[in-house]
Every structure is written in C-alpha cells, then in structure tokens.
C-alpha cells in the first residue's frame, strides 16, 4: 500500500484506518475469481465488535503486505486474521 493509498482511506487525516478499510484495500489487489469470498471476509471484519475500535497505521499495513508478499502459499484471509489475534490486544492499542 502507498502512502497515497493510505492517505484515500485515511479520510479523516488521524494516521490510521479501520480494518475494514485495510481489508478493502487489500481487496482491490486480490484475484478476481475470489473477490466476492475476499468482499464477504472484509465485511465479516467489518462487523466483528471486538475489532470495532482496531485501527491500522501506514507502518503496520505496510508490514502486513510484506508479510503477505513473503507468505508463500498464504492467503489473503490468513494475513488479516492477524488482527484478531489476542495478543494484539486491539481494544488497547492501534495496530
């Protein structure tokens, strides 16, 4: 993700966005064939409570994507299900 990427879904200017948003960026480079499954996990995120108050910065999501790149067999849905991991703790912190 660019910094002009980060920038259109960080509409507000705070530095970070909501997973959702992360999600949905993410999204928009993912095989065609999978976009609805990809839509329907985003969404998912989207409405889970316990990332309602999660936000991304432009360095997270930049290590997440590198992370994905380098993952090797991973999926798009394994990388963002990093977010829900506990110890993450996304309730007290930015990620």
Do not use: W
Request: aromatic share 8%; hydrophobic share 35%; with cysteine.
């Amino acid at each position: 993700m660019t910094r002009l990427e980060f920038s259109h879904y960080d509409y507000s200017g705070k530095g970070t966005i909501s997973v959702k948003d992360f999600g949905l960026s993410m999204v928009a480079s993912a095989d065609l064939s999978q976009l609805n499954h990809y839509l329907d996990r985003v969404e998912a995120l989207g409405n889970d409570i316990t990332l309602k108050d999660c936000h991304v910065t432009f360095e997270v999501s930049t290590s997440i994507i590198l992370c994905f790149k380098c993952s090797f067999g991973k999926n798009l849905i394994d990388v963002l299900e990093v977010c829900q991991k506990p110890e993450t703790n996304p309730k007290k912190q930015n990620m």
